[in-house]
């Protein structure tokens, strides 16, 4: 019996590559883990096609999964360039790139008007997601531009006050189109539950959380699109 005749009972019967007996996968899996620092892919948010892109470059209109953790960040960039001014990886104190610490609720960059429309903020609020799509055994990183913010955290609240915390629920994220009141389109956030986990997928959930965790805390953010009069960034290029 030749060598490919053997592995015949590992594998679908459709033409696919993919292993059909899951302990085998799992195996497979748990030993390539072994070999490499595992680390959260980045999946960006793509204006004007309203898409997710992923690091490989695949496209997902649409994405369902398990959001393990949410937090907040501010960023502060360059006029000129993009590059980062100042960063608040806990909301509360901003690191200057000159090292200077700055208090987020006294900093004149963090006040409506400050922006270079005269309207938002220079200095931009965002949510940091560790969300695992499904079919992942490994978490990625989703950066919400500040265009989001509001929807995702009516959302998030909505099941705090239902006692659900964030991986109890599997969801469905879209982005759908939006326009400033200066014409320009972006992509707001569009979100719902899909169903609620299975007591297996919500203790997968938490430990990959708990594991991860600080992988979130580290990731820095650039921005990819430098932002316009209307104040619509896309800040979906992540750092680890």
């Not at 590992?10 to 007996?21: D, Q, V």
């Not at 085998?24 to 680390?39: I, K, P, S, V």
């Not at 969300?131 to 990183?141: D, H, K, M, Q, S």
Request: aromatic letters at 6%.
């Amino acid at each position: 019996m030749t060598r490919a005749n053997t592995m015949d009972e590992f594998f679908e019967g459709n033409g696919s590559n993919l292993p059909a007996n899951p302990d085998l996968m799992a195996d497979l899996l748990a030993e390539d883990l072994d070999g490499f620092q595992a680390t959260p892919v980045k999946i960006g948010i793509e204006h004007r096609s309203r898409c997710f892109m992923t690091a490989d470059g695949h496209v997902e209109r649409s994405l369902t999964g398990i959001i393990l953790l949410s937090q907040k960040t501010r960023v502060r960039f360059s006029e000129t360039d993009s590059t980062i001014e100042c960063l608040s990886a806990d909301y509360k104190i901003g690191i200057a790139s000159d090292g200077t610490e700055i208090s987020c609720a006294t900093c004149p960059h963090n006040q409506w008007g400050s922006g270079g429309n005269g309207k938002a903020k220079a200095c931009k609020e965002q949510r940091k997601l560790l969300f695992l799509p499904e079919g992942w055994e490994i978490p990625a990183v989703i950066f919400l531009p500040p265009t989001s913010l509001r929807r995702f955290d009516r959302f998030a609240s909505a099941l705090v006050a239902q006692r659900k915390p964030l991986p109890s629920v599997v969801v469905t994220m879209r982005l759908e189109e939006a326009r400033t009141d200066g014409g320009a389109v972006f992509a707001k956030l569009a979100i719902e539950v899909a169903r609620e986990t299975t007591q297996e997928e919500f203790q997968n959930a938490v430990a990959l959380r708990q594991a991860f965790r600080r992988t979130l805390e580290d990731a820095v953010v650039e921005a990819s699109v430098v932002e316009d009069g209307n104040g619509v960034a896309d800040l979906t290029e992540v750092q680890f």
